[in-house]
């Protein structure tokens, strides 16, 4: 039977700044026209963070239960270690998945804009179909394609969206920068799972672009939300602070570009999700005092 510190490592804990930040990008840009509301930023936050460890438990339980974890370097898993039940461990994903559905249709409530329960049920599905299923997207090389959809626009333009009922400029720059971001964890995740990936059949991105496309892919994602700052920069000029995250991204990034391999680049997925929250964090306040 699984530990609790093991159940709680199944959560992934180090890819909840990729449920987090985006939430603080969109709460901010609410507040840069004077809509912010603390409830419903609040409970968006709970509605992203359920999701991401929902689908980080879905994704222990497929993978899992088709043997693509049974080599896999990087954190513990619940199913391809043996450690749980893999009901239970669907059960968990289901649980997680379930409780950001129920926060999600108070936040729909609250804000009257009822058609956000198709979007949320589409986040739902995309969150179990990532790994679920006969036909997995992700094992379609469409992963990155989702996560930067879902942790950047989705996220950040929602929790926007449901406090002002509008889209601004700040907010889909954001969006950008986060939807980046996160796909760059996920990109620095594939590439140290190639080899494994490749033996398994899980054709990721990373699989059909190869080391050294994949590295190149990584290296251009992490500079979009730099790029982002300096456009920022020109409206608010206090946003330029967003470049603080520019050292701790640069970690990272110099494993990538130097060729690092398998455990080497289980930081870089650290130091990424990190710089992203920090950029999040930095750029979120500069926008509020502006």
Known sequence: MATLAQWISGTR???????????????????????FDPLRSALALLVSVALQIG?????????????????????????GSGAANPKAVRTAAFAALGAGAVVGLVLVALSGYWWLIAFGAVCIAAAWFYTGGSKPYGYAGLGEVAVFLFFGPAAVLGTLYVQTGEVTG??????????????AVL??????????????????????????????LYLALVAVPFLIT?????????????????????????????????????????????????????????????
């Open 170 to 183: 700040i907010g889909i720059g954001g969006a950008i920068a986060m939807g980046a971001f996160s796909t």
């Open 13 to 35: 804990p180090r890819t909840l700044p990729n449920s987090i930040a985006p939430v603080l990008v969109g709460a901010a840009a609410a507040h840069h026209i004077d809509e």
């Open 55 to 79: 689908v980080n438990y879905a994704n222990d339980y497929s993978d899992g239960i088709r043997g693509t974890d049974a080599d896999r370097v990087g954190p513990f898993r619940l199913v």
């Open 187 to 216: 990109v620095a995740n594939n590439l140290r799972d190639i080899p494994t990936d490749a033996v398994s059949g899980k054709r990721t991105l990373a699989v059909v672009l190869g080391d050294r496309d994949t590295r190149r």
């Open 230 to 290: 300096l456009a920022f920069g020109l409206r608010e000029p206090l946003a330029l602070l967003g470049l603080l995250a520019l050292p701790l991204t640069a970690l990272g990034a110099r494993r990538v570009a130097r060729g690092g391999k398998g455990r080497e680049l289980i930081p870089v997925l650290r130091d990424t999700g990190l710089a992203m929250l920090l950029w999040a964090v930095v750029v979120a306040v500069a926008l509020a005092l502006g």
